[in-house]
């Protein structure tokens, strides 16, 4: 089989760019290695910047997310037993974020793919990727038990940190830079309404904790954990005593309800530069991961595949190569004010279990009452929580 552009992985970045070139007429097939069920119902990120939602919806796949998405004017901060309200909006010139959920969002583009036409190979693991620095180069992947062979004009890697397409970059070509946070999350998703109409950050002395939600009906929740923790080790009981310590606050309380899902995810920073070798284009996961805490990762992912499909668009249409040649230089400099944003957010909250534990202690509540005293502090902050036009 072959096509113009192999894409590897249907997360929202194989899936955004599938999109994207499908309304210019350019021929895409994805290779992804899970079941639909799988990926349309896996509970991942929910925090949609505006660019994206503004990119999704002129795009004619923002109908389910403008009915079921909620929208965020502001978030809270929580620290020395005190809550405090940063109006995002009111700084940032109009600007909000959205609450609606990835498996949403991975949900109303496969529908729109399939009915366009775009063929995606569900169950279908990328094992090589050949002829990256030629015309022509190949995707093998596994489904059914056979082994096949998928050829292109170009392959996007969009398969994710543990994906085949980020190792198939030789090491003498890329330089990686990474992070590995000393803690990781737990995550739990709860069948109870939120019990606060926008976000909490909390951070307090037993470790960091966050509020939010993906539905009117059903609240996301995060707890600080130690990175060799299993889900094991947290019943419930264990779960929404932790939370419930960690966020009180007098007058509030926190409702508890039936757990649905839950995981432990290990924290880490992490680039791949370049993002290309040859004709593999890697976005998303594949090319850097950022700790949730800021809530980039699905939003980078996009805009990823944006600067991708517009390079794509310029090849296939006028036969131009520029773009294609600058996508890795267009796209960093977004990834590390993501990462530096991400990195600091994070460092503000969280419990650090080292020599310099008392030290970081005092920082963190210094920089946390500085950002609320001023305005120009809080309104950098604003700016990049919501998403920076430019970087």
């Known amino acids: 089989m072959r096509t113009q552009v192999a894409i590897v992985g249907a997360g929202p970045a194989g899936l955004v760019l599938s999109h994207l070139l499908g309304l210019q007429g350019i021929e895409s097939v994805i290779v992804e290695h899970r079941d639909r069920a799988y990926i349309e119902s896996r509970v991942r990120a ?50 909000h974020v959205t609450i609606y959920g990835q498996q949403e969002v991975v949900k109303d583009l496969v529908a729109a793919r399939l009915a366009a036409g775009t063929l995606i190979h569900f169950e279908a693991a990328a094992v090589a990727l050949e002829a990256l620095d030629t015309p022509s180069p190949i995707v093998r992947y596994q489904q059914n038990g056979e082994l096949r062979e998928l050829q292109a004009d170009f392959i ?20 990686v830079f990474e992070k590995i946070y000393p803690f990781a999350w737990l995550g739990i998703l709860a069948q109870v309404p939120p019990s606060c109409d926008e976000l909490i950050y909390v951070r307090h002395d037993r470790g960091f904790a966050l509020h939010t939600m993906r539905t009117p009906q059903l609240t996301r929740l995060y707890l600080q954990c130690p990175p060799g923790d299993r889900i094991e080790d947290w019943p419930d009981d264990r779960i929404w005593g932790e ?100 990195w600091w957010w994070t460092s503000l909250f969280h419990r650090f279990d080292d020599a310099d ?4 202690s005092r920082l963190q509540v210094s920089q946390l009452r500085y950002l609320l005293r001023s305005r120009s502090a809080m309104t950098s902050m604003a700016e990049n929580y919501v998403g920076l036009d430019e970087v």
């Not at 969009?158 to 198939?168: Q, S, Y």
């Not at 990762?297 to 040649?325: K, P």
């Open 46 to 95: 929910g925090l949609l910047e505006q660019a994206t939602v503004d990119l999704l919806c002129s795009t004619g796949v923002g109908e389910q997310l403008q009915r079921k998405s909620m929208t965020h004017h502001g978030l809270n901060i929580q620290f020395e037993g005190e809550r405090h309200r940063i109006p995002l909006t009111e700084l940032t010139g109009g600007k």
């Open 243 to 342: 939370l419930k310590a960690r966020m009180a606050l007098p007058g509030w309380e926190l409702e508890d309800g039936p757990i649905v899902d839950r995981g432990i995810t290990e924290m880490r920073s992490f680039v791949i530069e370049p993002m290309q070798y040859g004709r593999l284009f890697l976005a998303g996961d594949a090319a850097h991961i950022v700790p949730p805490t800021g809530a980039k990762g699905m939003n980078l992912a996009v805009a990823d595949a944006r600067v991708l499909a517009e390079a794509l668009i310029a090849y296939f249409q006028t036969g131009r190569t520029d773009a294609l040649d600058a996508y890795s230089a267009s796209c960093l400099p977004r990834v590390w004010r993501a990462q530096h944003f991400s």
């Open 156 to 175: 996007a890697g969009c398969d994710g940190f543990h994906g085949v397409c980020r190792g198939a970059v030789p090491r003498t070509h890329a330089r």
């Open 357 to 360: 534990a008392d030290f970081q």
